[in-house]
């Protein structure tokens, strides 16, 4: 049986998942509704979703590939929301050509460049110390999203099997309802 077509669209098309963060000015600006609104147009899966207190480790780790820029203090400032609250909504996005579909719709990394419907061109401000206040994270190629997607998620807080996992015996103090 000849599969080559359909093992071409596969690879056309592939499914992808991608690690989406509304900001805390997203969040502080009741902007929420108005950004999932623009990423439904996607028409991909939310497979995941939390609302985080980000601390500074995360927000190091999460940018380590930025650490070298002068922005980065500032960067770091702003994912923890030094000037705004200090939580952020984290989702995982699945489907077809997630990656592209999602950073089309999120619009350039300068707020000002972005285009006007894009969320980041909607939304999104330049702060007089030059920080991009662009409201919305998202992944940038398969890679980084898998590296971010296990950095912010356990397996257990996602609904979709979508890498491999394994169990292991863990033996730590946990916070239960008292
Ligand atoms: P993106 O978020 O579009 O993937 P990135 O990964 O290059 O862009 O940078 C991460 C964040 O760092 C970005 O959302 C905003 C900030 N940033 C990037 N370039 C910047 C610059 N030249 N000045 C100020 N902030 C910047
Ligand atoms: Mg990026």
Do not use: F, M, Q, T
């Given at each position: 049986m000849d599969t080559s077509k359909h093992e071409g669209e596969e690879k056309a098309m592939p499914e992808q998942k991608t690690l989406v963060i509304i900001k805390p000015d997203g969040l502080v600006k009741s902007l929420t509704g108005g950004i999932l609104t623009k990423l439904s147009e996607t028409k991909l899966k939310i497979i995941a979703a939390k609302v985080v207190r980000v601390s500074r480790e995360l927000a190091v780790e999460h940018y380590y590939h930025l650490k070298d820029q002068p922005f980065f203090g500032e960067l770091i400032k702003y994912i923890m929301g030094e000037h705004h609250t200090n939580r952020v909504l984290a989702m995982v996005y699945y489907g077809e050509d997630a990656i592209q579909k999602v950073r089309a719709i999120a619009g350039s990394t300068n707020p000002e460049e972005?285009?006007?419907?894009?969320i980041r061109g909607m939304f999104g401000r330049i702060t007089t110390k030059g920080v991009f206040e662009n409201v919305i994270h998202a992944s940038s190629d398969p890679k980084e999203a898998e590296r971010e997607i296990k950095l912010w998620f356990m397996p257990d807080e996602i609904v979709t099997d979508i890498y491999p996992t394994t169990e292991k015996e863990v033996a730590r103090k946990m916070r239960v309802w008292a």
């Open positions: 972005a285009e006007s419907i894009s």
